[in-house]
């Protein structure tokens, strides 16, 4: 579609451009390395939302159960005491890629994804299957945590994580290592953070990419970016007021 001939940044398209939104994912696993199983699978886009629960197949690591109040009892998965209703990872994986394509390929985000989640995600996908049906229904990845990195290099921030830049930037502490509540948190402080397409196309990535040097489809993936993506731009107001690193 052709674009605007303005005075006003390349990255605007026209109104009636499809746009692509951005769903915000996490993930609360077993533990942190990469063979972990997800215990916890949740998404927000907007007021859409998504929030899944898995019984894992290995066991919680006392520290990942501390931290996120996860615990298995005879086959029962139990948060902070409560028992929870749970799907099987399959059926959590069909929901997510269903749940992706009612939003029409949306970009998706999260806070340090590129070293952990997305590493965990793609191992599940690809043991069911399920990779090709995930990524027809997705736009590409970007990281929140090289983002706010480069966006905040000048505030002097001593950590990165998720809890620490809501903290500093919206004023406001949330019950982190919660999926649901990290990706609620994190749109916010993605609206507060206002980056441009340019920002954005600096941190983009695919599934695919992670295994390969990927220089190319990180190249269509930007060109594909900047002709579909409506976003922000400078003038947007930030909203006022995963800890992972």
């Not at 949330?174 to 749109?187: N, P, S």
Request: hydrophobic share 40%.
């Amino acid at each position: 579609m052709r674009r605007k001939h303005n005075t006003r940044e390349s990255d605007e398209v026209e109104m009636s451009q499809p746009a692509v939104c951005t769903v915000f994912f996490d993930l609360e696993t077993t533990g942190l390395g990469l063979s972990c199983d997800i215990v916890q699978l949740a998404a927000v886009c907007g007021h859409h939302s998504l929030n899944l629960f898995i019984v894992p197949r290995c066991p919680i690591q006392p520290g990942a159960s501390r931290v996120t109040g996860f615990r298995v009892r005879r086959r029962r998965l139990f948060l902070r005491g409560r028992p929870v209703l749970t799907n099987s990872l399959r059926e959590s994986l069909v929901s997510f890629i269903t749940f992706l394509h009612t939003l029409g390929r949306p970009l998706l985000a999260g806070h340090n994804i590129r070293r952990f989640d997305c590493h965990v995600l793609a191992r599940a996908l690809d043991e069911f299957s399920l990779r090709s049906d995930f990524q027809r229904g997705v736009s590409g990845f970007v990281d929140t945590l090289p983002l706010a990195r480069q966006l905040l290099k000048d505030r002097g921030l001593k950590s990165f994580t998720q809890e620490n830049l809501v903290k500093n930037l919206l004023g406001v502490s949330y019950a982190a290592h919660d999926a649901l509540e990290d990706v609620r948190a994190l749109q916010k402080l993605y609206r507060a953070l206002t980056p441009t397409a340019n920002h954005i196309q600096r941190h983009l990535f695919t599934l695919d990419s992670l295994a390969t040097a990927g220089v190319s489809q990180t190249s269509d993936l930007s060109e594909r970016f900047k002709t579909a993506v409506n976003v922000t731009d400078e003038r947007h107001t930030p909203v006022s007021s995963s800890s992972r690193v």
